[in-house]
């Protein structure tokens, strides 16, 4: 079949391989590889940060042509402790990254990510150019004040009022002029009942407006207390420290050191000099992807 003409995600497949890493004194991650065991090694970067991998994440992947190596970030999925904060930063994923090839002897990789997952893939890239063979981006996230205002301060409330109104509720009105702000009190609240309840609040919001057309399969991973709880406290600890960027245009700014790597954007709407790379660019919606970011 042509590839060109696939209009599906791939087969599911299995693991041929998993394994945990150390990657620090306190943290332990979790990875796996499918697919073609001497094929052309990608690494695909799960969303949050906090979602952890899924099975479905696999299924980008032709698992024939391509080696698909997946890993569960600090604290996330089934990597351990459990959705710790301690030792978590976009630069100490970016070490873990480069950790993780080492260990799996890979000379370089694609590097896939969407949502949060472009973000870090950029960082990576951006870090490690010679050890990065081409970047697919999907849905793309520069982790941007104006992103995250529109998302958690009310703009988005206009487009999902009913979703917007229990993540409002839950905080006092007098608080309300900084929802990041707000839940990350409540996420790192002593009292545990607090954290949970908030935790639900924050994913549940996220899982109703990640999809145009709402997936109630994943709204349903907002009333799962462990999922909640690492996706909502991992989340929010990037976004109130502003991703441990050193500015808001971070990303954008250093794009001069990828500008030669062959790279995709997909994206439902997207200018081909987004970030002045060579793009071959793809214009289609994500419905078919099964996770939420």
Request: charged residues 25%.
């Amino acid at each position: 079949m042509d590839p060109a003409a696939r209009k599906d995600l791939y087969p599911h497949v299995e693991p041929f391989d998993t394994g945990r890493l150390r990657v620090s004194d306190v943290h332990t991650i979790y990875y796996e590889q499918s697919g073609n065991p001497g094929g052309h090694p990608v690494v695909f970067l799960h969303g949050g940060p906090g979602a952890g991998t899924s099975p479905g994440n696999r299924r980008f992947f032709d698992p024939e042509f391509y080696r698909i190596v997946l890993f569960d970030q600090r604290g996330a999925g089934k990597s351990t402790p459990h959705a710790c904060l301690e030792q978590n930063t976009t630069w100490d994923l970016v070490a873990d990254i480069e950790k993780l090839r080492q260990h799996l002897d890979i000379p370089e990789w694609q590097v896939f990510g969407g949502s949060w997952g472009s973000t870090l893939a950029l960082a990576y890239s951006q870090t490690h150019p010679d050890k990065v063979t081409g970047i697919v981006l999907r849905g793309i996230f520069l982790l941007r004040k104006k992103e995250l205002d529109w998302f958690y301060e009310g703009g988005a409330a206009a487009v999902f009022p009913d979703a917007w109104e229990p993540f409002r509720d839950f905080i006092p009105e007098d608080e309300r002029n900084c929802f990041i702000a707000a839940y990350s009190k409540r996420l790192t609240s002593s009292d545990a009942d607090v954290q949970i309840e908030a935790a639900k609040r924050w994913t549940t919001w996220e899982m109703m407006t990640a999809h145009l057309l709402q997936n109630h399969e994943n709204i349903k991973r907002g009333e799962d207390d462990k999922f909640s709880l690492a996706f909502a406290r991992i989340e929010n600890h990037y976004f109130i420290n502003k991703g441990f960027l050193d500015s808001d245009s971070h990303l954008l700014d250093n794009v001069d050191k990828i500008r030669h790597i062959k790279s995709f954007i997909v994206q439902v709407h997207v200018y081909s000099s987004f970030l002045g790379l060579p793009l071959c660019v793809s214009l289609f919606l994500m419905h078919l992807a099964r996770h939420s970011v």
